[in-house]
């Protein structure tokens, strides 16, 4: 524990409270503070700690890591004090009663031989190729959420953009989860595995660029990969970065149509600090209109790494949507299939306000490219 | 080398495939002992996570037994885990883990017999599969 805190310079910690103050969980969840945590770690409580069953409750969104005026890293904390009470024995209370990290760690067997590639038949895709597009749980999601949001959409249409533009890109036939999930809620053995079969398998394929439409996809790869891939020099980038930069090169170009607002998901905003090219695609296809937190202030999906799903997140998700309908849009737009499930999930089910209120059409960056791509 | 030994997890219900086990028991009929039967309440309650897991933790076959259709103790607990067991279907295929290796049966309290049955039918697919991801971790 105490290299936890000497890692995530937690001892800097001056008891302010502002990371408190600016948690969006501590907000609903009168036992949750991200301030307490801190406090009681360095008095040494570990036992404490790991058999609080709020631990489990921090989004890691990093936006108390924003406000910290001592630059605690807060979520590496939480991510080291998960790992911790993990070893120790005590789990996270996952959401689909742990459905998803089951598939993760049955996608850590060696000898796996996945069937994922139907979604991909009528597009044009390779085995190896200069560019290769890491496609993430998306065919997972498919199985799971096709009653209200179609998750494969994303990696259909990001193909398709890739395709237009003129780039065959390699798809892994078993390729398996980025382990993000399974690395955020403390099970850093199994995510050891899935990163080492996975890294060999970007090495073998020849890519020199890995394309992927999931922001944590993309954070694992580039940052918890990073010792796996360092000498190879591949280059990560999300699908807005690689839209963005095509539109500067190629000329590829959009129809213009509607008043859209953006959702910045954590992992790709406050993690990676991506928060102008997915603005740009926007532009591109129409009119962009902010909501009141937005870039670094971005509020939350309300769940990550299927830990936590309770009636505090869906309060989250309904209030994001109010947020977004307010400003007058036709289309939220986010770049994070799990934000798309999530606020997805908040209508469809039954919500604590008026329909009108969050009836906003919510699509993913990459669904809404496709379909406005210009010459298509 | 030894036999491959499969473990046949079965989810069983309360009011009706627990019992028509155990009339298979008390019925002196034999079956093969690679079964593991957890009683649950109801076949409805028994979530997909449930048979993942098993799977996830080595278990070669997982079988959920429930009452028939129009019988559940609950009314409708049984079409529950219907629609769930197709879900189930999709996730196993996309994973590229043999869809015969879960199973959903209807077996009432008076069917020992097609208890016992059942489970011979199923262990010997399930021998015939072979372990699980080859037997390798």
């Known amino acids: 524990m105490k290299q936890i805190i000497r890692n995530t310079k937690a001892y800097y910690c001056v008891e302010c409270g502002k990371c408190t103050g600016s948690c969006p969980v501590a907000r609903g969840n009168e036992f949750f503070s991200p301030r307490l945590i801190v406090e009681r770690a360095l008095s040494g409580m570990k036992q404490d700690i790991e058999g609080d069953r709020e631990l489990w409750a921090c989004l890691t969104c990093e936006a108390c890591s924003k406000k910290c005026p001592s630059t605690v890293k807060y979520s590496e904390f939480i991510r080291g004090m998960r790992k911790m009470a993990f070893d120790s024995g005590f789990t996270s209370r996952c959401s689909q009663g742990g459905l998803l990290h089951s598939i993760q760690r049955i996608h850590s067997i060696k000898d796996l031989v996945q069937d994922r590639l139907d979604w991909a038949k009528d597009l044009k895709t390779s085995k190896k190729g200069e560019v290769l597009y890491f496609t993430g749980c998306l065919p997972y999601f498919e199985n799971l959420f096709s009653a209200f949001v179609s998750p494969i959409e994303i990696a259909k249409s990001t193909v398709k953009i890739l395709n237009f533009a003129g780039i065959v890109p390699a798809i892994l036939q078993n390729e398996r989860c980025c382990g993000h999930d399974l690395l955020w809620t403390g099970d850093s053995e199994t995510f050891q595995k899935l990163a080492r079969l996975n890294t060999e398998m970007i090495k073998e394929s020849g890519a020199s660029r890995v394309v992927t439409s999931c922001p944590e996809c993309l954070r694992t790869l580039k940052l918890d990969y990073a010792d796996l891939l360092e000498s190879t020099g591949i280059e990560i980038m999300h699908i807005s970065e690689l839209i963005s930069s095509l539109m500067k090169n190629n000329g590829i170009k959009f129809n213009r149509s509607g008043i859209m607002t953006y959702h910045d998901p954590c992992r790709l905003g406050r993690h990676l600090g991506i928060y102008d090219a997915p603005r740009d695609v926007i532009k591109s296809m129409g009119e962009l209109v902010e909501m009141g937190n937005h870039m670094a202030e971005s509020s939350c999906c309300g769940v990550s790494a299927w830990a936590t799903c309770e009636s505090m997140s869906k309060q989250m998700q309904v209030n994001r949507l109010i947020e977004a309908k307010s400003t007058g849009s036709d289309t939220l737009i986010t770049s994070c299939p799990k934000c798309l499930i999530h606020l997805k999930c908040a209508v469809h089910n039954q919500i604590p306000v008026e329909k009108e209120k969050v009836d906003i059409r919510i699509e993913d960056l990459a669904v809404a490219a496709g379909k406005a791509l210009a010459g298509d | ?137």
């Not at chain 2, 649950?40 to 996830?56: D, N, R």
């Open chain 2, 1 to 137: 080398m030894t036999e491959f030994d499969p473990r046949i997890i079965a989810f069983c219900c309360n009011w009706c495939s627990y019992v028509g086990a155990d009339l298979a028991g008390t019925s002196r009929l034999q079956y093969p002992h690679n079964v593991r039967i957890i009683r649950t309440m109801c076949s409805g309650q028994v979530f997909p996570s449930y048979i993942l897991k098993a799977l996830e933790l080595g278990a070669d076959g997982v079988m959920i037994a429930g009452c028939h259709i129009g019988d559940c103790h609950y009314v409708s607990g049984n079409k529950k885990a219907e629609e769930r067991f197709r879900m189930l279907l999709g996730i196993m295929k996309t994973l590229g883990l043999d869809a015969r290796r879960i199973r959903l049966e209807w077996i009432s309290a008076s069917e020992g017999v097609k208890f016992a049955n059942t489970i011979k039918e199923f262990a010997r697919e399930i021998k015939e599969l072979g372990p699980r991801n080859g037997g390798k971790e």
